[in-house]
C-alpha cells in the first residue's frame, strides 16, 4: 500500500483537485493508496472539504488538530496512523504534482530509502526563493548531506524511515538529515513544481532566523546528540585553559615585578585581559558542568533509546526484539 500524507491549513478551494488529481495516478497505475489528510488548524472551510471526500471515497481519512500546531506535528499526526509500507507527503497547494508519484517509486526500488524532491524550476517569487536556496547550501555544507532542496515538501519514505526519526518544532524540513545521520540512504529527484493557484504562502521571511536555529539544532542532535560532553566540554576546556594559562602568566609576572626591585610593578586590575582571562575559566567550569549534566540526562532519559538502526539480520529475532526495533510493524493499525 502507497499511504499520501498531506497537512493543510486554509486549503479549502484546491482539495477536491488535488484529490481528483491523486485518484487519476492511482487508478491509472493500479496503486492501493490511501490518503490522509491533516487540517492543521484551518479557519475556512477546509475540514467540511475533507469530511465530505472521505464519505465520497473510502481511501480518503481526516485528522483534525485543535489548532494549528505547525507541519511537524501534522505529519507526525499523520505518520502514527499510516498504514502503507511506502510514505508520500506533498503539500496541498498543488504545487506539488502527484503524476511525479511513480517517478518516486522507481527511484524507491533500489537501495534508497528516502526520495526528496528538488524544485528545480520554482514558481516562486524572488523573496521566496533566494533565501531557499542559501539554506539549501548552508544545510548541505553543515550537515553533509547534499540535497538542492531541503525545504521541498514532496518527499517519500519507506515507513521504518518514519519511526527512526522524531519529529518536533519545525524538523519536517530536516528529516533527510536525520535520517541519513541514522545510517538511512537519500535520495533525490527533479520534480514538476506548479504555480499556486489558491490561497496564499504559509511562510514568511520569519522562518529564516527559525531555519537557521533548527539548523544548529540538527547538526548538535545529529552529531553529539548522544555525547554532548564531547562538544561542551571540549569548549569549556579551551576557555578552561586558555584562560587559567593566562592568570598563571599575569600571576608570575606579577610575583616577577615585586620581587625585582628595577621591574615597574604589574597592576592587574588595570590590565583588560586580566578580566577576559578571569571570564574564559568561569566559561570553561560553565561549559564543563553544563555537558556533565547533559551526559547525566542523556543517560536518564536515552536509556529506552536506541543509539543504532539495525539494517538486516541472518536469523529471526524474537516477536519483542521485532517490536523494540520496528515498532510499526510489531502493532497492526486499525
Known amino acids: ?176 538529515v536525520l535520517a541519513a545521520a541514522r545510517g538511512w540512504k537519500v535520495g533525490e529527484i527533479v520534480v514538476n513544481h506548479r504555480p499556486r493557484r489558491h490561497g496564499r504562502s504559509k511562510y514568511g521571511l520569519g522562518r529564516i532566523v527559525r531555519g537557521f536555529l533548527d539548523l544548529l539544532t540538527v547538526c548538535f542532535l545529529t552529531g553529539f546528540g548522544h555525547r554532548p560532553l564531547h562538544l561542551l566540554g571540549a569548549a569549556g576546556l579551551i576557555c578552561f585553559l586558555a584562560g587559567g594559562l593566562g592568570l598563571t602568566v599575569l600571576s608570575a609576572l606579577w610575583v616577577i615585578s615585586r620581587a625585582v626591585g628595577f621591574l615597574e610593578p604589574v597592576h592587574l586590575h588595570e590590565r583588560a585581559v586580566f578580566y577576559y582571562c578571569i571570564v574564559g575559566v568561569l566559561l570553561g567550569a560553565q561549559f564543563m558542568s553544563i555537558g556533565f549534566l547533559a551526559e547525566l540526562l542523556t543517560a536518564h532519559f536515552g536509556r529506552d533509546v536506541r543509539p543504532y538502526s539495525v539494517r538486516q539480520r541472518t536469523a529471526t529475532i524474537s516477536p519483542k526484539h521485532r517490536e523494540a526495533e520496528n515498532p510499526h510493524e510489531a502493532t497492526p493499525h486499525s
Open 1 to 176: 500500500m502507497v499511504s499520501v500524507v498531506i497537512p493543510v491549513c486554509n486549503e479549502e478551494a484546491s482539495l477536491a483537485q488535488l484529490h481528483a488529481e491523486l485518484d487519476e495516478v492511482a487508478r491509472g497505475h493500479e496503486y492501493d493508496m490511501e490518503i490522509v489528510i491533516v487540517d492543521d488548524g484551518s479557519t475556512d472551510g477546509t475540514w467540511r472539504q475533507i469530511e465530505s471526500l472521505a464519505a465520497e471515497d473510502s481511501r480518503v481519512r481526516g485528522i483534525r488538530l485543535r489548532r494549528n500546531f505547525g507541519k511537524a506535528a501534522a505529519l507526525r499526526a499523520a505518520f502514527d496512523t499510516v498504514r502503507g509500507d511506502i510514505v508520500f507527503t506533498l503539500d496541498g497547494d498543488l504545487q506539488d504534482d502527484p503524476a511525479e508519484i511513480p517517478r518516486f517509486l522507481e527511484e524507491m526500488s533500489g537501495e534508497v530509502d528516502l526520495v526528496s524532491g528538488w524544485k528545480k524550476q520554482r514558481h516562486d517569487p524572488w523573496h521566496k526563493v533566494f533565501p531557499s536556496r542559501v539554506f539549501n547550501w548552508l544545510v548541505s555544507r553543515m550537515t553533509g548531506v547534499r540535497l538542492h532542496d531541503h525545504n521541498c515538501g514532496f518527499k517519500c519514505y519507506r515507513r521504518e524511515v518514519l519511526a527512526d526519526v522524531t519529529l518536533y518544532g519545525e524538523m519536517h524540513r530536516f528529516v533527510p
